[in-house]
């Protein structure tokens, strides 16, 4: 069962006016503090998630006609019709028995329009959409994992590595808890998701052959849920497609993208039901940061692309529409975006950090015809507490409805030092985690950046290397394991470092804990 909510295409979500047999069930904004979440079992009951008596939407028998309201009754409760199928087709519910009665909104009702059945199928009122969003973790408590081990030094990619996919088989000496067991650490933390950038293609579609199904079930174990990456390679690709190479026969044909996707998303619903710990796609990396000719360079509508093609996915493999998960795309908190394809019309001035960046990707969506209601925002910030709180407040009123977190959330030991690190760190997570546990919030937590240190991304002692709440040790050598026996890597060694916590990792646990920061 998959937590979910109901939203009328014409807007708002289907919510209980109580916690009771026979309430009334109405429509209210996204994001108010009713309840809203539900459950859409196998046999088709639409169950108040909160309901610890298996409330669900019902239509007493003896009503059943056009314009009756739709109430809450227990599950199976005599005398009424409580089973729905869903048409993903129409985005309509019909009742199992009574296909000719849909569920409808109309004008009315004390706590907002009215949910009631209607045997008028051409209603643009009996249009609904499902995401799931009660899955995703509130608040949101994520770490950006990319373990570079210390040989991967610079661009390009050594080639026993290809990308920093790590999520996978190959590399189960870094995540795995009989080995260096970085799943299980960041358990510890307190946090609840894991966050990654790349996800190769797994085989036989892809040239890496990477196989992520044991890192999915590892991190299930550990209790994490996985957004997983679809990177800025695919996205960039989806750009090319569009403007230099809309020949299906060339190297980077839209077949070839698709078939990528889909091997994707087959492997993340490896019974092609449920996606087990994966909560969300994110597609791409701050794709208003990048100029055009840059390496996976993309605009708004690319972005959307992969997402309809992700939705194609679904289809074709048959995953049930209430088992779907959303989609987010990390902007950066520049006002005006480098990237000179997104407009800076809405609004017209006092734009907020990122909203020229999100307003592209959600008019994208939309023109996609991808419901809104599977679009998060994020945003990768480096704000101090009290700037957060003034962001989140603008946020809000920004976008209002739209639920969203940040992407990143972190301070790099090179700007001030490991004790700045780590109180800018604690300040930052003491101060957002109350928000996002806040009742009716549509903000959803963070994810810090980083867990290790990335060599590659510059010289000794950048800022954009030392992120990282680890560091390497600096003695030791450290132990070496072995990638699989197949193309490109043949059994590659690499070693499994050994990391030493900075600061930042205790004031980031005692910000998870509500506890002071040990370095005040």
């Not at 995540?175 to 797994?202: E, H, Q």
């Not at 036989?204 to 079930?217: A, E, Q």
């Not at 987010?328 to 809405?346: D, F, G």
Request: hydrophobic share 40%.
């Amino acid at each position: 069962m998959i937590n979910f909510y109901i939203g009328n295409l014409a807007g708002g979500v289907v919510t209980a006016a109580q916690e009771s047999a026979g309430s009334t069930i109405a429509l209210l904004n996204p994001g108010a503090s009713d309840l809203q979440g539900w459950v859409l079992t196998k046999d088709g009951h639409l169950i108040l998630n909160s309901s610890p008596a298996n409330l669900c939407l019902s239509i007493a028998k003896d009503q059943l006609q056009s314009g009756a309201a739709v109430t809450l009754a227990a599950k199976g409760a005599s005398g009424y019709v409580q089973q729905w199928s869903y048409d993903v087709t129409s985005f309509q519910f019909s009742l199992q028995n009574h296909p000719s009665y849909l569920l409808t909104s109309a004008s009315g009702g004390p706590a907002g329009p009215l949910v009631y059945v209607s045997t008028a199928p051409t209603s643009a009122q009996s249009q609904w959409s499902l995401i799931v969003i009660s899955t995703l973790p509130q608040p949101m408590i994520g770490m950006n994992w990319e373990p570079a081990p210390s040989d991967y030094t610079g661009l390009p990619a050594p080639s026993k590595y290809g990308d920093t996919d790590f999520a996978n088989a190959d590399f189960q000496e870094l995540w795995s808890p009989d080995a260096r067991n970085d799943l299980g650490t960041i358990a510890g933390f307190g946090c609840n998701t894991i966050k990654m950038y790349n996800w190769s293609v797994p085989a036989p579609n892809g040239y890496w052959m990477r196989d992520h199904k044991s890192f999915l079930t590892a991190a299930a174990n550990a209790g994490l849920t996985v957004i997983v990456p679809i990177s800025n390679f695919f996205a960039g690709t989806a750009y090319n497609n569009r403007t230099r190479n809309a020949n299906p026969a060339g190297p980077l044909s839209s077949t070839q993208l698709a078939s990528w996707i889909t091997g994707i998303v087959a492997e993340v619903y490896a019974n092609n039901i449920t996606s087990g710990p994966v909560v969300m796609w994110a597609i791409g990396n701050e794709y208003d940061n990048s100029n055009n000719g840059a390496y996976g360079y993309c605009e708004a509508q690319d972005i959307a692309m992969i997402a309809s093609l992700i939705i194609a996915a679904e289809a074709s493999l048959g995953i049930p529409v209430a088992n779907v998960l959303p989609f987010t795309s990390p902007v950066t908190t520049a006002i005006y975006p480098v990237n000179t394809s997104i407009s800076q019309t809405k609004p017209a001035t006092n734009a907020i950090m990122g909203q020229y960046a999100i307003q592209a990707l959600s008019d994208a969506f939309s023109t996609a015809e991808i419901p809104a209601t599977r679009f998060i925002a994020s945003v990768n910030s480096y704000q101090t507490g009290a700037q957060l709180t003034t962001y989140n407040s603008a946020f809000a009123a920004a976008f209002p409805g739209m639920y969203w977190f940040y992407g990143e959330l972190g301070w790099s030991n090179a700007n001030g030092g490991k004790t700045t690190q780590a109180d800018n760190l604690y300040n930052q997570f003491s101060t957002i985690l109350p928000l996002a546990k806040a009742a009716g919030s549509t903000f959803l937590g963070a994810c810090c950046f980083e867990y290790s240190d990335e060599l590659w991304k510059g010289a000794p002692g950048a800022s954009e290397v030392e992120f990282g709440i680890y560091t390497f040790s600096a003695s030791g050598t450290p132990l070496t394991a072995q990638e699989g026996d197949h193309s490109p890597v043949f059994g590659a060694s690499y070693p499994v470092d050994v990391f030493v916590a900075r600061p930042a990792v205790a004031s980031f646990t005692a910000a998870i804990a509500g506890l002071p920061n040990p370095q005040s």
